[in-house]
């Protein structure tokens, strides 16, 4: 049995059903998010897990003991909310004592983990300081230094970082990360920031509209989405609508492509779907596997320089590397891309789904 255990819970608010069929096992260390858009049900599952909520149906179980009927604060787990929940009326390290507080610990010991924890996340200057005279970075870290000092056997991470500006948000990434390895506690993120879904997890649950579309490392999200929904939330893809013909290719705007299209017999409609950075262009005519349009948009973002061409009413998104010996092409060229058939994902046109 695994550390935690989620098993065939629901829940609904009156007739309204926003959790189905989740289960999950989470081992002991491991660092797993919720990513989904606004409303898919991820915070929901987070207060079933931290007792917030009772579900409809099913069970939660951590370190093997059935907590589903618990209170949270029986069930010795940490959280961490979006922004501003630290005590206003407290110092920083009334804070992170209170939970040592109201475990009983004597005073001594709680002066020495409160300490503790500030050095931990980097604070231990703060320590006197009220929340209203820290940043929003400092005071998410505080709220994380209170979450895990009563060394809680999960901890559980609201949208943590949400509310924080962009350059704080990306070290405060790995910070978390490096703390929660560190201490090796079990961890749940909830996000619907995919890059720190794909940044930050050892694995991610992909939800939509209340149910579990897809687990797996980032690797496996990114790479091998297994539904349309899954692959255009998380990262950037074009997809291309076309139609199957004989021997695993695929016409697309009146051009012959090849593509591998397991499950899809000849004449069948299908889309398939490419990542930017698995397009490029093709200024020779040698390569195969190629379509013919016209540059529609070119964004220099530095590094990267991101393309967006047509091929009749299809797009595609092209990343090439900046070369400071080639100027970007120009808007209104014509252009022919190169694709490899692996690289391609073909999903049923109708449903989504990948037979991958
Ligand atoms: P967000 O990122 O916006 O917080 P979320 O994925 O975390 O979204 P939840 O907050 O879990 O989504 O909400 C899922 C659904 O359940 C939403 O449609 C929400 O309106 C509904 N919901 C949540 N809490 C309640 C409640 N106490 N009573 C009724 N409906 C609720």
Do not use: W
């Not at 989620?6 to 989740?22: C, D, L």
């Not at 922004?83 to 390290?93: E, G, H, I, T």
């Not at 040592?100 to 320590?127: F, T």
């Not at 100027?327 to 891309?337: F, L, S």
Request: charged residues 25%; hydrophobic residues 40%; proline residues 5%.
């Amino acid at each position: 049995m695994s550390f935690l255990e989620i098993t065939g819970v629901r829940k609904a608010f009156g007739p309204t059903t926003v959790v189905q069929g989740f289960d999950l096992s989470v081992e002991r260390g491991e660092f797993v998010s919720f990513l989904g858009p606004s409303g898919c049900g991820k915070t929901t599952m987070l207060r079933i897990v931290a007792g917030f909520e009772s579900p409809s149906a099913g069970t939660v179980r951590i370190g093997g003991e059935d907590v589903t009927d618990l209170a949270p604060n029986a069930r010795r787990i940490g959280m961490v909310f979006q922004a501003y929940a630290l005590f206003p009326n407290m110092n920083v390290a009334d804070n992170v004592a209170f939970g040592l507080k109201i475990a009983g610990m004597a005073r001594a010991e709680r002066e020495a983990r409160v300490d503790e924890m500030l050095r931990l996340v980097g604070l231990p200057h703060v320590r006197d300081r009220y929340p209203y005279q820290l940043s929003g970075g400092q005071q998410q870290r505080v709220a994380l230094a209170r979450a895990i000092a009563p060394k809680p056997r999960v901890l559980l991470l609201d949208e943590p970082l949400s509310a924080l500006d962009a350059k704080i948000r990306v070290s405060l990434r790995e910070e978390i990360r490096e703390l929660q390895r560190a201490l090796g506690i079990t961890t749940i993120f909830v996000t619907h920031d995919q890059e720190e879904a794909l940044s930050m997890s050892d694995r991610i649950v992909v939800m939509s509209d209340g149910r579990m579309e897809q687990v797996g490392t980032p690797f496996e999200i990114y790479n091998r989405p297994r539904s349309r929904f899954v692959a255009s939330f998380v990262g950037t893809l074009s997809l291309l609508e076309g139609r199957t013909v004989i021997g695993e290719r695929v016409v697309v705007a009146g051009q012959e492509i090849e593509a591998e299209t397991p499950g899809h017999g000849v004449g069948e409609a299908v889309t398939l779907a490419l990542r930017p950075e698995a397009v490029s262009l093709v200024t020779s005519r040698e390569r195969s596997n190629r379509l013919t349009g016209e540059i529609a948009d070119v964004a220099f973002l530095g590094s990267v320089v991101r393309i967006r061409a047509r091929f009749g009413e299809n797009e595609i998104l092209i990343d090439t590397f900046n070369d400071p010996a080639t100027p970007p092409p120009e808007r209104g060229a014509a252009v022919t891309v190169h694709f490899s058939p692996a690289d391609i994902q073909c999903l049923d046109a109708a449903t989504g789904a990948s037979h991958r």
